[in-house]
């Protein structure tokens, strides 16, 4: 079996991988929003809130409030969480950027040589993202 079929499977692999994780993750956002339903419609039942709103006004501003906190939580789990599991993935491989960066040179000097297309590169630099390493866009 040739490398590139070899390459081409893994690259497959993450990419299923990547694609059911992804789906779980809506999955669970879908089953918060349900929880928050039953949540709502339980505090409906105080009188103090059912005078003031009609319940899909309320459902409404639930969700909206949901939505807002969720999008909030999101950027700060961008911003702040995912340094810190990029460098809980160094611990676990600290030669990553080494690694990374020697491909990348080897990539370029494929492109130089002509022993590569600029479409197989980036298909491999896309891998690479996959795999943790930054690499161009």
Not at 88 to 95: D, E, G, I, S, V
Request: glycine share 6%; with cysteine.
């Amino acid at each position: 079996m040739e490398v590139k079929h070899l390459v081409k499977a893994r690259d497959n692999v993450v990419l299923w991988k990547l694609k059911i994780t992804r789906a779980a993750s809506y999955l669970s956002i879908v089953n918060s929003f349900m929880i928050l339903f039953v949540f709502a419609k339980s505090l409906y039942g105080w009188a103090f809130i059912a005078e003031r709103f009609t319940f899909a006004e309320f459902i409404a501003i639930a969700y909206g409030l949901a939505l807002v906190g969720f999008l909030t939580l999101a950027e700060l789990d961008w911003r702040f969480m995912y340094k810190r599991e990029q460098s809980y993935a160094l611990t676990r491989n600290p030669l990553l950027p080494g690694q990374c960066f020697t491909i990348e040179y080897l990539l370029e000097k494929g492109l130089e040589e002509g022993r590569i297309n600029e479409d197989e590169a980036n298909r491999i630099r896309t891998s690479l993202r996959l795999a943790g390493c930054g690499g161009r866009k």
